[in-house]
C-alpha cells in the first residue's frame, strides 16, 4: 500500500509537467493561436500522431482495469473478447470518418454535418445523445481514476476526483486540441513501456509454464484455457454490441478525423484500432489470466490487475501501474473535454447564440468552456459517486442510451435517401424500446427490477440489440417509403472556418499552405 | 479535385481493410475456436503468450517512433 502523500505527488508531477510543455510549445511556434487552431489543430496531423492519440482516447482506466477482470474470471478468452469486442468499432469509424471528411471538410463537429444534413430536430436529438456520451464517458473515466487512486494510496475519493480534471483541464485550456494530441502521445508511449516491462516479469519470474498449470488446476467447469467459453462469448457480445455508441457518437473520435489531413484520415483509425487491441489483450493476459493462474488470492475480480502489479513487482509496481492508469486517464480526459467544448462553440454558441462571432471571441468562448467544464466534471463525477452509481454498471448500460445514435448517423453520412423524419424516430423509438426490454428482460428472468437483475447478461445483451434493430429497422425503412435523395454536393460550402475575417486578410499565405499540403498529401 | 480522388481511394482501401479484420477478429478465429471446442495446450498457451507479447512491442514501436519520422520528413519537405 502506498501513501496517498504518493497520489497527491504523482497528480501534481503530471499536471505541472504537461502543462509546462504546453506552454513551452506555445511559445516555440511562430503563428497565433487561432480559434479554429485551437479547435481543429490546423486539420494538419499525420497518421502516426493521430493513431496515437485515437490509441489514447480509447485506452480509459476501464481497458486496463476491467480487461484484467475478465481475464481472472473467463480465461484466455475474456482478454481475447475484450480487445477483439472493442477494437472493431474504431477500425469501423474509419469508413464514416472518411466520409465526414469528404462530404463536410470543413465542419468542426459531426452534429455540424448532422444539423446541414437533417433538420433541427436531428441536430438537438443527436446533440443530446452526443453530450450525454460525453458527459458520462469523462465522468466515467475521472470516477474510474479517482477509485484506483484512493484504493491504491488511500487517498481520499473526492479529493482525487477534483483533481484529476484540473490536471488535464489546464493544459488543454492553453492549447487546445493540438496540446491534447502531443500530452495524447506521450500518454500511449508511456502506456506501452510500463505495459512491456510487466509483461516481461511476469516471463522472467513466473514463467509461462507455472501459469499455465495453475490454470489447469483450477476446476474443469471454469472453462479458462479454451476460447470455447459460454460465459465469455456472452460478455464478447455484449462488449461488441455495447461499444459502438461510445466510439461513434462520441465527438472525439470524429475530431480526430476532422484534425488529420485527408491523406491521414482513415488510415490513422485502422492502426489505431489494431494497435490498440494490443493493450488489453496483454494486460488481460499478463494480469489478469495470470493472476489467475498463479492462484493470486483476490476478493474482487475488478482489482485483479492492481495486485498482479504489486505482486510483480511490489511498491514500483504499484506506482507503474498508477502511473500507466493515470496517465489512460488524463488522455481520455483531455480528449473528453475538447470534445464537450466543441460541441458547445460549435453546434450551440456559434449556431444559436452568437454566428456572427469573431475568432478572437470565438477562442476566449472555447477557453471559457473549457475550464468551466473541466472544473464541474469534477464535481459531477463527485456526484454520481454520491447517488451509488456504480463503474461497471455504467460501462454496461451505456451502450443502451447511447446506441440508437448509431446506425442513422452512420447512414446520414452514407446513404442520400436517409430522412430527417426515419433518423429522428429511429434513433428516439431506438433508445426507449431498448430500455423497456432491458427493463422487461430483468423483470421476467430475474423476477425484480434492480441494479443486480438490470446488470445481468442476458437483460443487457437483449436490450442492446433491441436498440440497434428497431433504430436501424426504423430509419431504414422511412428512408426506402419515402424515396427523398439528398445532394451531398450541396453540403460543401456549408461549413466555415472559425477565422474567417483573418484569413481573408492572410488569405494568400493560406495559398501557399494549401500548395504544400497537395505536394505532402 | 486531386484530393478528392486520393480521399476516394482511401475510402476504397480502408473499408476493405476494416471489413476484413472485424470478420477475422469477430468471426473467423473464435468461431473456429468455438466450434472445435479447442483447449489450449502448453505449447499453444505459450504461443499465445508470444503472441501477446510481440503484437505489444511492435505496436508500442510503431507507435512511439512512426509521429517523429512523419515529423522530419515534413520538416524537410518545408
Redesign the interface.
Known amino acids: 500500500m502506498l501513501s496517498s502523500t504518493t497520489g497527491y505527488l504523482i497528480l501534481l508531477i503530471f499536471g505541472v509537467f504537461f502543462t509546462g510543455l504546453t506552454i513551452i510549445m506555445q511559445k516555440r511556434r511562430k503563428e497565433k493561436m487561432t480559434a479554429e487552431q485551437f479547435s481543429t489543430a490546423g486539420r494538419s496531423v ?4 493521430a ?2 492519440s485515437i ?1 489514447a482516447a480509447w485506452t480509459w482506466a476501464a481497458t486496463l482495469m476491467m480487461s484484467s477482470s475478465t481475464g481472472f474470471k473467463y480465461g ?1 478468452s475474456g ?3 475484450y480487445a ?2 472493442a ?2 468499432q474504431v ?2 469509424f ?2 464514416v470518418a ?2 465526414l ?2 462530404k463536410a471538410p470543413m465542419a468542426h463537429t459531426f452534429l455540424e454535418f448532422v444539423g446541414k444534413r437533417f433538420d433541427k430536430k436531428n441536430h438537438k436529438l443527436m446533440m443530446g445523445f452526443a453530450l450525454m456520451t460525453n458527459i458520462i464517458v469523462t465522468a466515467m473515466v475521472i470516477l474510474g481514476g479517482a477509485i484506483a487512486l484512493n484504493s491504491l494510496t488511500g487517498m481520499n475519493v473526492y479529493a482525487a476526483a477534483f483533481l484529476i480534471p484540473l490536471t488535464f483541464t489546464i493544459y488543454t485550456m492553453i492549447g487546445g486540441l493540438k496540446a491534447s494530441f502531443i500530452a495524447d ?1 506521450l500518454n ?2 508511456m502506456i ?2 510500463i ?2 516491462i510487466f ?1 516481461t516479469v511476469v ?1 522472467v519470474k513466473f514463467g ?2 507455472t501459469v ?1 498449470e495453475g ?1 489447469k488446476a483450477i476446476p474443469e467447469q471454469s472453462q479458462m ?4 467459453s459460454i460465459p465469455g ?1 456472452f460478455f ?1 457480445m455484449i462488449n ?1 454490441i455495447g461499444n459502438f455508441g461510445t466510439v461513434f457518437v462520441d465527438q472525439s473520435y470524429w475530431q480526430r478525423a476532422i484534425a488529420s489531413k ?2 491521414a ?3 490513422a ?3 489505431g ?7 488489453p ?2 494486460i488481460a ?2 494480469m489478469g489470466v495470470s493472476a489467475a493462474g498463479l492462484g493470486l488470492n483476490i476478493g474482487d475480480p475488478d482489482a485483479s490487475a492492481p495486485l498482479m502489479a504489486q505482486h510483480l513487482l511490489g511498491s514500483v509496481g504499484s506506482i507503474l501501474f498508477l502511473v500507466m492508469l493515470f496517465m489512460a486517464v488524463m488522455s481520455t480526459g483531455a480528449a473528453e473535454l475538447t470534445a464537450i467544448t466543441n460541441i458547445i462553440v460549435t453546434d450551440i454558441y456559434r449556431k444559436s447564440i452568437n454566428p456572427k462571432a469573431s475568432g478572437q471571441q470565438t477562442l476566449k468562448i472555447s477557453r471559457i468552456v473549457t475550464l468551466s467544464f473541466g472544473l464541474a466534471m469534477g464535481l459531477l463525477s463527485i456526484l454520481l459517486f454520491k447517488a451509488g452509481i456504480g463503474l461497471s454498471f455504467v460501462y454496461m448500460a451505456m451502450g443502451i442510451f447511447v446506441s440508437g445514435a448509431v446506425i442513422p448517423l452512420t447512414l446520414g453520412l452514407m446513404w442520400k435517401k436517409a430522412t430527417s423524419t426515419g433518423n429522428f424516430y429511429g434513433a428516439l423509438t431506438g433508445m426507449v424500446s431498448g430500455i423497456i426490454v432491458w427493463l422487461v428482460t430483468a423483470q421476467v428472468r430475474y423476477g425484480e427490477i434492480s441494479v443486480a437483475s438490470l446488470g445481468e447478461l442476458h437483460s443487457m445483451l437483449f436490450g442492446n440489440v433491441t436498440v440497434f434493430v428497431v433504430s436501424g429497422f426504423i430509419a431504414i425503412g422511412h428512408g426506402l417509403i419515402s424515396k427523398q435523395e439528398f445532394d451531398f454536393d450541396s453540403l460543401k460550402d456549408q461549413f466555415h472556418s472559425f477565422d474567417e475575417e483573418q484569413e481573408a486578410e492572410t488569405k494568400v499565405t493560406k495559398e501557399s499552405e494549401s500548395k ?1 499540403v ?4 | 479535385m ?3 480522388k ?3 481511394k ?2 476504397k ?3 476493405r ?3 476484413s ?2 470478420f477475422v ?2 468471426f473467423l478465429f ?1 468461431g473456429i ?8 495446450s ?1 505449447a499453444f ?2 504461443g ?2 508470444y503472441l ?2 510481440i ?6 514501436l ?10 522530419y520528413i ?1 520538416k524537410k ?2
Not at chain 1, 497537395?518 to 498529401?521: A, M
Open positions: 499525420g497518421i502516426g500522431l493513431s496515437a490509441i484466455i482478454p481475447y473478447w477483439a469486442g477494437c472493431i477500425l469501423l474509419a469508413i472518411i466520409h471528411k469528404r502521445y500511449t508511449v506501452f513501456v505495459l512491456t509483461a516471463y509461462v509454464d499455465y490454470l484455457l479454451t476460447m470455447a462469448l464478447g461488441i485527408d491523406s484520415a482513415s488510415k483509425y485502422i492502426y484500432g489494431i494497435a490498440w487491441f494490443s493493450i489483450f496483454a493476459t499478463f504544400d497537395l505536394v505532402n498529401g | 486531386d484530393s478528392n486520393q480521399l476516394l482511401d475510402a482501401l480502408c473499408t481493410w476494416a471489413f479484420l472485424t477478429f469477430i473464435p475456436m468455438f466450434i472445435t471446442g479447442y483447449e489450449y502448453l498457451f505459450k499465445w503468450t501477446a507479447f503484437w505489444l512491442i511492435i505496436a508500442g510503431y507507435t512511439a517512433i512512426r509521429p517523429w519520422v512523419e515529423y515534413e519537405q518545408v
